[in-house]
């Protein structure tokens, strides 16, 4: 199984940075979903890293398939106490009892206690990962409220700097309408260290390619490295077990 790393973990600046907001954007001809099962498998297979995933898209039996073939038992993870998943397919913030700011303040909670839980003395978690799969179902869950998402990626956002976390957001880009302007697209833009975008080929289908990568890292801009580049444009094959990264023109 080929790990995060190569093309990928450069234009990251590592292969899973610490207390930063990334952001994965994909669209329906090209899933990015790929890259969040890879972060969940390396950040998994670190002895001092701890992961909460949020799971709006599929249930826990989706994911376990997926990176069982990566290597990775999820179910082992959970039971070692490494991977904290909650499972939300069916959540509404909303309920009879309580308003949609409420069942958001609820679900933050959850997080920020499986955090702390993480970086107590028992664990000792050099890093927790904290991955939303994905932030578009959100708002459904919000009966449309977008005022109550951004709040809620607010303060999961503060955990990068209070606890030393990182956050990482699966969103599908052309969920919105051009005409919807969404506040929520540009927010997570705005919020993010570094944006991963998936994306079809522009030549269109291709036996041996099935996309490519677009990384736009923001923190490089304050780097000292003068070689370093701010985006990396890259193409990417999934395979069943692992994924390649290559240049254009570089794959034999």
Known sequence: MAEVGDLLAEAMGHSLPVGKVVLVGDCVETSGAFVLHLLLKRCLSLDSSFAVFVALSHPFSHYDRVLRKMGCNLSVQKKNGKLHFLELLDFS????ENSVDDGFCKLYNEIRKAVETARSKDTKASCVYIMIDDISLLEIA???SENDVLNFLHYCSTLTSEMDCSLIILNHEDV?????APRLLAHLQHLSDIEIRAAPLNTGLA????????????????????SGRRIWNFQFKVKEN??????PGSQH
Do not use: C, M, P
């Open 242 to 247: 692992s994924v390649e990264f290559f240049y």
């Open 142 to 144: 919000a009966d449309g």
């Open 176 to 180: 919105y309408s051009s005409e919807e």
């Open 207 to 226: 036996a041996d390619v099935h996309g490519q990568l677009t990384v736009i890292n923001k923190g490089l801009l304050n780097d000292d490295r003068r």
């Open 93 to 96: 913030a909303r309920s009879k």
